[in-house]
């Protein structure tokens, strides 16, 4: 197995639990609200969250065949030029750049951080740090 196929599945993974995971939980324990607030009706919000979801699933698939059953890969159609050392080490540096500025982000939001859209519900606007910009 090459360092990729290692890294990708362990950092998809700390990645999903810290920043949606972890994030939901410290969220939950402050303020006793659900951040995650799509729903299942056919309003254009909730088939984003729906969207989403399958996006997921389809990232946990490709990155299984590529660490997992590289035989398979293949049938996913990999654009073979994405292959090149160079990209693939300028892909790593930027996966772990945007890693770091998710967890910036999300930690500056604090309690107004959430995963869609409660229109029932007002939080503050965050205008300090990064979303001083």
């Known amino acids: 197995m090459s360092f990729y196929q290692i890294f990708l599945p362990i950092a ?8 949606f995971v972890l994030r939901s939980v410290i969220l939950w324990k402050q303020t006793g609200v659900n951040p995650f607030v799509f729903g299942s009706t056919d309003k254009a919000h909730d088939y984003i969250g ?6 997921v699933a389809g990232t946990w698939i490709s990155i299984g065949c590529y660490s997992f059953l590289p035989g398979y890969y293949q049938y996913l159609m990999p654009v073979q030029y994405l292959e090149d050392g160079s990209l693939r080490l300028t892909g790593l540096i930027l996966l772990v750049v945007s890693f770091l500025w998710t967890s910036i982000a999300q930690y500056q939001m604090s309690r107004s951080w959430r995963i869609g859209i409660a229109y029932s519900e007002t939080t503050e606007l965050i205008d300090h ?3 001083n910009y």
């Open 12 to 19: 998809t993974l700390l990645y999903l639990l810290l920043v």
């Open 50 to 55: 729906r969207v989403y979801k399958v996006m």
């Open 129 to 131: 740090g990064l979303f």
